[in-house]
Protein backbone atom coordinates (compact mmCIF):
# COMPACT_ATOMS: atom_id res chain seq x y z
CA UNK A 1 0.00 0.00 0.00
CA UNK A 2 2.53 2.65 1.15
CA UNK A 3 4.74 1.06 -2.01
CA UNK A 4 2.23 2.04 -4.29
CA UNK A 5 1.64 5.56 -3.34
CA UNK A 6 4.96 6.74 -3.22
CA UNK A 7 5.03 5.29 -6.60
CA UNK A 8 2.12 7.40 -7.70
CA UNK A 9 3.61 10.40 -5.57
CA UNK A 10 6.70 10.33 -7.67
CA UNK A 11 4.55 11.35 -11.07
CA UNK A 12 4.45 14.99 -9.47
CA UNK A 13 7.73 15.13 -7.95
CA UNK A 14 9.41 14.18 -11.02
CA UNK A 15 7.59 17.11 -12.35
CA UNK A 16 8.36 19.59 -9.80
CA UNK A 17 11.74 18.49 -10.48
CA UNK A 18 11.85 18.89 -14.14
CA UNK A 19 10.12 22.45 -13.85
CA UNK A 20 13.09 23.15 -11.28
CA UNK A 21 15.64 22.43 -14.17
CA UNK A 22 13.64 24.90 -16.43
CA UNK A 23 13.97 27.57 -13.79
CA UNK A 24 17.21 27.20 -13.07
CA UNK A 25 18.12 28.15 -16.79
CA UNK A 26 15.82 30.80 -16.53
CA UNK A 27 17.25 32.18 -13.21
CA UNK A 28 20.86 31.91 -14.04
CA UNK A 29 20.41 35.13 -16.17
CA UNK A 30 19.29 37.43 -14.01
CA UNK A 31 21.37 36.18 -11.52
CA UNK A 32 24.93 36.05 -13.14
CA UNK A 33 24.17 38.05 -16.42
CA UNK A 34 25.36 41.09 -14.75
CA UNK A 35 28.70 39.36 -13.69
CA UNK A 36 28.96 37.95 -17.15
CA UNK A 37 28.01 40.80 -19.05
CA UNK A 38 30.88 42.47 -17.62
CA UNK A 39 33.57 39.80 -18.11
CA UNK A 40 33.76 39.18 -14.22
CA UNK A 41 33.01 35.33 -14.05
CA UNK A 42 33.53 32.40 -16.25
CA UNK A 43 30.64 30.85 -17.37
CA UNK A 44 31.85 27.28 -15.95
CA UNK A 45 31.80 28.64 -12.85
CA UNK A 46 28.06 29.83 -12.64
CA UNK A 47 26.21 26.50 -12.28
CA UNK A 48 28.06 25.61 -9.09
CA UNK A 49 27.67 29.13 -7.28
CA UNK A 50 24.09 29.53 -8.56
CA UNK A 51 22.87 25.88 -7.25
CA UNK A 52 24.29 26.50 -4.02
CA UNK A 53 22.76 30.02 -2.97
CA UNK A 54 19.57 28.99 -4.58
CA UNK A 55 19.14 26.48 -1.96
CA UNK A 56 20.19 28.14 1.08
CA UNK A 57 17.87 30.85 -0.04
CA UNK A 58 15.04 28.35 -0.03
CA UNK A 59 15.84 27.21 3.24
CA UNK A 60 16.08 30.12 5.03
CA UNK A 61 13.83 32.48 3.35
CA UNK A 62 11.33 31.28 1.17
CA UNK A 63 8.41 29.67 3.79
CA UNK A 64 6.31 33.00 2.70
CA UNK A 65 5.99 32.08 -0.33
CA UNK A 66 5.84 28.68 -0.10
CA UNK A 67 2.39 29.41 1.54
CA UNK A 68 1.29 31.76 -0.94
CA UNK A 69 1.97 29.54 -3.85
CA UNK A 70 0.21 26.62 -1.96
CA UNK A 71 -2.46 28.25 -0.33
CA UNK A 72 -3.15 31.53 -1.41
CA UNK A 73 -4.46 31.41 -5.03
CA UNK A 74 -6.05 28.04 -4.88
CA UNK A 75 -7.43 26.04 -2.28
CA UNK A 76 -4.72 24.08 -0.47
CA UNK A 77 -7.46 20.90 -0.63
CA UNK A 78 -7.87 21.45 -4.09
CA UNK A 79 -4.10 20.09 -4.83
CA UNK A 80 -4.83 16.74 -5.78
CA UNK A 81 -1.57 14.19 -7.64
CA UNK A 82 -3.44 14.53 -11.00
CA UNK A 83 -3.62 18.69 -10.67
CA UNK A 84 -0.69 19.20 -8.99
CA UNK A 85 1.46 17.28 -11.90
CA UNK A 86 -1.42 19.35 -14.39
CA UNK A 87 -0.19 22.58 -13.13
CA UNK A 88 3.68 21.61 -12.53
CA UNK A 89 4.02 20.39 -16.31
CA UNK A 90 2.26 23.53 -17.81
CA UNK A 91 4.81 25.81 -16.22
CA UNK A 92 7.80 23.80 -17.14
CA UNK A 93 6.76 23.45 -20.66
CA UNK A 94 5.93 26.89 -21.22
CA UNK A 95 9.28 27.82 -19.62
CA UNK A 96 11.13 25.26 -21.63
CA UNK A 97 10.17 27.19 -24.59
CA UNK A 98 11.24 30.38 -23.23
CA UNK A 99 14.68 28.74 -22.22
CA UNK A 100 15.10 27.12 -25.52
CA UNK A 101 14.47 30.14 -27.54
CA UNK A 102 16.98 31.56 -25.13
CA UNK A 103 14.97 34.65 -23.12
CA UNK A 104 14.87 34.49 -19.28
CA UNK A 105 11.00 34.23 -18.50
CA UNK A 106 9.36 34.54 -14.71
CA UNK A 107 8.45 31.48 -13.24
CA UNK A 108 6.42 32.89 -10.79
CA UNK A 109 4.20 34.46 -13.24
CA UNK A 110 3.98 30.92 -15.52
CA UNK A 111 3.32 29.55 -12.27
CA UNK A 112 0.20 31.90 -11.06
CA UNK A 113 -0.91 31.80 -14.32
CA UNK A 114 -1.23 27.93 -14.46
CA UNK A 115 -2.69 27.63 -10.93
CA UNK A 116 -5.54 30.37 -12.13
CA UNK A 117 -6.69 27.94 -14.96
CA UNK A 118 -7.56 25.32 -12.81
CA UNK A 119 -9.36 27.82 -10.29
CA UNK A 120 -11.30 29.53 -13.19
CA UNK A 121 -12.65 26.42 -14.35
CA UNK A 122 -13.97 24.77 -10.93
CA UNK A 123 -14.79 28.08 -9.98
CA UNK A 124 -12.36 28.26 -6.79
CA UNK A 125 -10.35 30.94 -7.32
CA UNK A 126 -8.91 32.66 -4.32
CA UNK A 127 -8.32 36.36 -5.82
CA UNK A 128 -8.00 38.56 -3.04
CA UNK A 129 -4.20 38.39 -2.94
CA UNK A 130 -4.10 37.78 -6.65
CA UNK A 131 -5.73 41.00 -7.44
CA UNK A 132 -4.51 43.03 -4.76
CA UNK A 133 -1.18 42.15 -3.69
CA UNK A 134 0.59 40.10 -6.51
CA UNK A 135 -0.40 41.36 -9.73
CA UNK A 136 0.45 45.30 -8.55
CA UNK A 137 3.46 43.92 -7.34
CA UNK A 138 4.38 42.55 -10.79
CA UNK A 139 4.14 46.01 -12.08
CA UNK A 140 5.69 48.32 -9.38
CA UNK A 141 8.10 46.25 -8.46
CA UNK A 142 10.32 46.36 -12.25
CA UNK A 143 9.22 49.99 -12.38
CA UNK A 144 11.05 50.62 -9.23
CA UNK A 145 14.41 48.64 -10.51
CA UNK A 146 14.22 50.37 -13.88
CA UNK A 147 14.27 54.29 -11.72
CA UNK A 148 16.65 53.52 -9.21
CA UNK A 149 19.08 52.19 -12.03
CA UNK A 150 18.20 54.77 -14.40
CA UNK A 151 18.70 57.51 -11.49
CA UNK A 152 22.01 55.99 -10.41
CA UNK A 153 23.17 55.61 -14.07
CA UNK A 154 22.29 59.29 -15.52
CA UNK A 155 24.32 60.58 -12.04
CA UNK A 156 27.20 58.33 -12.77
CA UNK A 157 27.44 58.29 -16.66
CA UNK A 158 26.58 62.10 -17.01
CA UNK A 159 28.85 63.03 -14.14
CA UNK A 160 31.80 63.11 -15.62
CA UNK A 161 34.88 64.14 -13.20
CA UNK A 162 33.09 60.66 -11.20
CA UNK A 163 33.94 58.98 -14.69
CA UNK A 164 37.18 60.17 -14.49
CA UNK A 165 38.20 59.14 -11.33
CA UNK A 166 37.12 55.88 -11.54
CA UNK A 167 38.75 53.61 -13.88
CA UNK A 168 37.00 51.26 -14.84
CA UNK A 169 39.88 48.74 -16.82
CA UNK A 170 41.92 49.08 -13.56
CA UNK A 171 38.24 48.05 -11.24
CA UNK A 172 37.59 44.96 -13.69
CA UNK A 173 41.83 43.69 -13.03
CA UNK A 174 41.10 43.70 -9.34
CA UNK A 175 40.10 41.03 -7.74
CA UNK A 176 38.86 41.93 -4.41
CA UNK A 177 36.62 44.04 -6.41
CA UNK A 178 35.79 41.12 -9.13
CA UNK A 179 34.52 39.06 -5.88
CA UNK A 180 32.23 41.58 -4.48
CA UNK A 181 30.41 41.42 -7.89
CA UNK A 182 30.54 37.67 -7.94
CA UNK A 183 28.94 37.96 -3.67
CA UNK A 184 26.40 40.54 -5.60
CA UNK A 185 25.43 37.68 -7.96
CA UNK A 186 25.43 35.14 -5.00
CA UNK A 187 23.39 37.51 -3.20
CA UNK A 188 20.59 37.40 -6.40
CA UNK A 189 20.91 33.72 -7.11
CA UNK A 190 20.15 33.58 -2.68
CA UNK A 191 17.18 35.90 -3.86
CA UNK A 192 15.98 33.83 -6.22
CA UNK A 193 15.58 30.88 -3.41
CA UNK A 194 13.89 32.86 -1.26
CA UNK A 195 11.11 33.17 -4.16
CA UNK A 196 11.22 30.97 -6.84
CA UNK A 197 11.64 27.39 -5.62
CA UNK A 198 8.76 28.11 -3.94
CA UNK A 199 6.64 27.72 -7.64
CA UNK A 200 7.40 23.80 -7.29
CA UNK A 201 7.97 23.10 -3.69
CA UNK A 202 4.04 25.00 -3.06
CA UNK A 203 2.39 22.67 -4.98
CA UNK A 204 4.25 19.51 -4.06
CA UNK A 205 3.50 20.83 -0.08
CA UNK A 206 0.13 20.94 -0.39
CA UNK A 207 -0.44 17.90 -2.81
CA UNK A 208 1.80 15.89 -0.34
CA UNK A 209 -0.86 16.85 2.54
CA UNK A 210 -3.95 15.86 0.56
CA UNK A 211 -2.90 12.55 -0.35
CA UNK A 212 -0.99 11.47 2.85
CA UNK A 213 -4.35 13.04 5.31
CA UNK A 214 -1.60 14.67 7.26
CA UNK A 215 -2.78 17.48 9.70
CA UNK A 216 -2.38 20.40 7.92
CA UNK A 217 -1.09 22.53 10.99
CA UNK A 218 2.11 24.36 10.78
CA UNK A 219 4.74 21.88 12.04
CA UNK A 220 3.80 19.57 9.44
CA UNK A 221 3.80 21.86 6.51
CA UNK A 222 6.72 23.18 7.68
CA UNK A 223 8.31 19.63 7.50
CA UNK A 224 6.98 18.83 4.12
CA UNK A 225 7.84 22.32 2.82
CA UNK A 226 11.94 21.73 3.75
CA UNK A 227 11.67 18.16 2.86
CA UNK A 228 10.07 19.43 -0.81
CA UNK A 229 12.86 21.88 -0.81
CA UNK A 230 15.75 19.73 -0.64
CA UNK A 231 14.81 18.09 -3.61
CA UNK A 232 13.46 20.87 -5.45
CA UNK A 233 16.32 23.33 -4.91
CA UNK A 234 18.84 21.25 -6.09
CA UNK A 235 17.71 20.95 -9.64
CA UNK A 236 18.31 24.82 -10.31
CA UNK A 237 21.91 23.91 -10.52
CA UNK A 238 21.11 21.29 -13.12
CA UNK A 239 19.09 23.73 -15.15
CA UNK A 240 21.88 26.08 -15.07
CA UNK A 241 24.34 23.53 -16.27
CA UNK A 242 22.35 23.06 -19.34
CA UNK A 243 20.25 25.91 -20.10
CA UNK A 244 22.51 28.93 -18.52
CA UNK A 245 25.00 29.44 -21.26
CA UNK A 246 22.81 30.45 -23.89
CA UNK A 247 20.63 32.74 -21.26
CA UNK A 248 23.35 34.39 -19.40
CA UNK A 249 24.57 35.20 -23.51
CA UNK A 250 21.06 36.62 -24.32
CA UNK A 251 20.47 39.18 -21.41
CA UNK A 252 24.54 40.22 -20.43
CA UNK A 253 26.18 40.26 -24.07
CA UNK A 254 22.85 41.09 -26.24
CA UNK A 255 21.36 43.86 -24.04
CA UNK A 256 24.56 46.06 -23.35
CA UNK A 257 27.90 45.32 -21.54
CA UNK A 258 28.56 46.25 -18.11
CA UNK A 259 31.43 47.28 -15.92
CA UNK A 260 31.62 46.22 -12.68
CA UNK A 261 30.52 48.96 -10.73
CA UNK A 262 26.74 48.55 -13.23
CA UNK A 263 27.35 44.91 -12.68
CA UNK A 264 27.14 44.94 -8.84
CA UNK A 265 24.11 47.41 -8.85
CA UNK A 266 22.16 46.05 -11.12
CA UNK A 267 22.67 42.64 -8.54
CA UNK A 268 22.02 44.82 -5.24
CA UNK A 269 19.12 46.68 -6.16
CA UNK A 270 17.05 43.85 -8.31
CA UNK A 271 18.57 41.07 -5.22
CA UNK A 272 16.74 43.68 -2.77
CA UNK A 273 13.59 44.23 -3.98
CA UNK A 274 12.94 40.14 -4.48
CA UNK A 275 13.75 39.42 -1.11
CA UNK A 276 11.67 42.60 -0.02
CA UNK A 277 8.66 40.63 -1.52
CA UNK A 278 9.90 37.14 -0.32
CA UNK A 279 10.14 37.63 3.51
CA UNK A 280 7.47 40.54 4.00
CA UNK A 281 4.48 39.25 2.17
CA UNK A 282 5.57 36.25 0.66
CA UNK A 283 4.59 37.64 -2.79
CA UNK A 284 5.74 35.16 -5.89
CA UNK A 285 7.35 37.92 -8.65
CA UNK A 286 9.47 37.71 -11.11
CA UNK A 287 13.41 38.51 -10.48
CA UNK A 288 14.17 38.23 -14.23
CA UNK A 289 11.54 41.48 -15.03
CA UNK A 290 13.26 43.30 -12.11
CA UNK A 291 16.58 42.67 -13.53
CA UNK A 292 16.09 42.95 -17.15
CA UNK A 293 14.14 46.26 -15.91
CA UNK A 294 17.32 47.07 -13.98
CA UNK A 295 19.78 46.11 -17.14
CA UNK A 296 17.86 49.00 -19.37
CA UNK A 297 17.66 51.10 -16.79
CA UNK A 298 21.46 51.36 -16.69
CA UNK A 299 21.63 50.67 -20.60
CA UNK A 300 19.51 53.86 -21.47
CA UNK A 301 21.52 55.80 -19.16
CA UNK A 302 24.71 54.89 -20.70
CA UNK A 303 23.86 54.49 -24.52
CA UNK A 304 20.33 56.36 -24.56
CA UNK A 305 16.63 55.07 -25.13
CA UNK A 306 16.75 53.91 -28.96
CA UNK A 307 19.85 51.95 -28.70
CA UNK A 308 18.87 49.71 -26.05
CA UNK A 309 15.08 49.89 -27.58
CA UNK A 310 15.52 49.21 -31.06
CA UNK A 311 19.33 47.72 -31.07
CA UNK A 312 19.08 44.98 -28.47
CA UNK A 313 17.11 41.90 -27.77
CA UNK A 314 14.65 44.17 -26.31
CA UNK A 315 11.78 43.00 -28.25
CA UNK A 316 12.45 39.86 -28.25
CA UNK A 317 12.76 39.88 -24.44
CA UNK A 318 9.18 41.56 -24.07
CA UNK A 319 7.17 39.47 -26.59
CA UNK A 320 8.10 36.20 -24.85
CA UNK A 321 7.39 37.50 -21.06
CA UNK A 322 4.09 38.08 -22.95
CA UNK A 323 3.23 35.08 -24.32
CA UNK A 324 4.96 32.23 -21.77
CA UNK A 325 2.55 32.91 -18.81
CA UNK A 326 -0.46 32.41 -21.35
CA UNK A 327 0.81 29.50 -22.81
CA UNK A 328 1.22 28.56 -18.68
CA UNK A 329 -2.59 29.22 -18.04
CA UNK A 330 -3.60 27.52 -21.61
CA UNK A 331 -1.95 24.36 -21.50
CA UNK A 332 -3.24 24.33 -17.23
CA UNK A 333 -7.00 24.73 -18.11
CA UNK A 334 -7.13 22.22 -21.42
CA UNK A 335 -5.11 19.13 -19.29
CA UNK A 336 -7.71 20.10 -16.45
CA UNK A 337 -10.75 19.77 -18.84
CA UNK A 338 -9.35 16.42 -20.71
CA UNK A 339 -8.48 15.09 -17.05
CA UNK A 340 -12.09 16.24 -15.38
CA UNK A 341 -13.83 14.63 -18.61
CA UNK A 342 -11.65 11.21 -18.06
CA UNK A 343 -12.25 11.68 -14.36
CA UNK A 344 -8.73 11.57 -13.39
CA UNK A 345 -9.66 14.44 -11.11
CA UNK A 346 -12.76 12.70 -9.03
Known amino acids: MISAMLSILLIPFLAAMFLAINMGGSGTSPSFSAAYGANIIRKDLIPGLF ?7 AIFAGKKVVLTISKDVLPGEAMTLVLTTIILLSVSISLLIANLLGVTQSTSQSTVFALIGPGFYFNILKGEKLLFEIIPIWFILPIIAFCITLFLGRFLYVNKKLLNFINFKQISQNRFLKGVV ?3 ACYVAFAIGSNNVANAAGPIASMVLKELSISGNESSFLLIMILSTLLVAPCF ?4 SIFGDKL ?3 TGKEIIEFG ?6 ISVVTASLLLLASVTRGIPTSLVQLNTGAIIGLGIAKIGWKEIVVGTAFKKILAIWIIAPFIAFILSIVLTVI ?3 V ?3 Q
Do not use: H
Open 51 to 57: GLFVFCG
Open 182 to 184: ILA
Open 237 to 240: GIGS
Open 248 to 250: VQT
Open 260 to 265: PLGATL
Open 339 to 341: ADY
Open 343 to 345: GLL
